[in-house]
């Protein structure tokens, strides 16, 4: 839920932002401007919930909490991306293809009942799918039409 409220208040600041200072709305800058800041606020949980987010990945996978890491520091990255207009493109569809392989880890983390700010496990379980799926699935949609169908 925090994402969609970091995403959504930074888009419209923005975009208001913009038509003061342009005269005109940017709807897509604004929208890469608001992808960005909460990429970099959801890496910020990488780093601070490290040990809840690697609960999210499968015991089988090795290296989870390095992967935690990198994950947030590829979150970094590709908001920087989306802000410079020659990397934007190839950021944009690297962040859905990003987006795409994150949603496992939420399928997972929901059927085990993964608190990761807490690290435990009395998270809210499957009915969190109900909310996140769309969410994942506006996010994919938002990156789109702000990155790539320009």
């Avoid at 949603?103 to 700010?117: D, I, K, R, S």
Wanted: glycine share 6%; charged share 5%; with cysteine.
């Amino acid at each position: 839920m925090k994402p969609l409220i970091v995403l959504s208040i930074v888009f419209v600041i923005t975009l208001v932002a913009i038509k003061i200072i342009s005269g005109t709305y940017n709807f897509t800058l604004s929208g890469r401007v608001a992808m960005s800041v909460m990429l970099c606020f959801t890496a910020i949980g990488h780093f601070a919930f490290t040990k809840g987010m690697s609960m999210m990945i499968p015991p089988f996978v090795p290296f989870r909490i390095p992967i935690i890491y990198l994950t947030g520091v590829f979150e970094i990255v590709l908001a920087i991306g989306l802000l410079i207009p020659r990397f934007q493109l190839i950021s944009g569809w690297t962040l859905i293809v990003f987006l795409l392989l994150m949603l496992p880890g939420n399928v997972y983390a929901a059927m085990h009942y993964v608190n990761f700010q807490k690290a435990t496990f009395d998270g809210p379980g499957l009915s969190y799918l109900w909310f996140r799926i769309p969410l994942q699935i506006l996010f994919l949609m938002w990156t789109y039409l702000s990155a790539i169908k320009v």
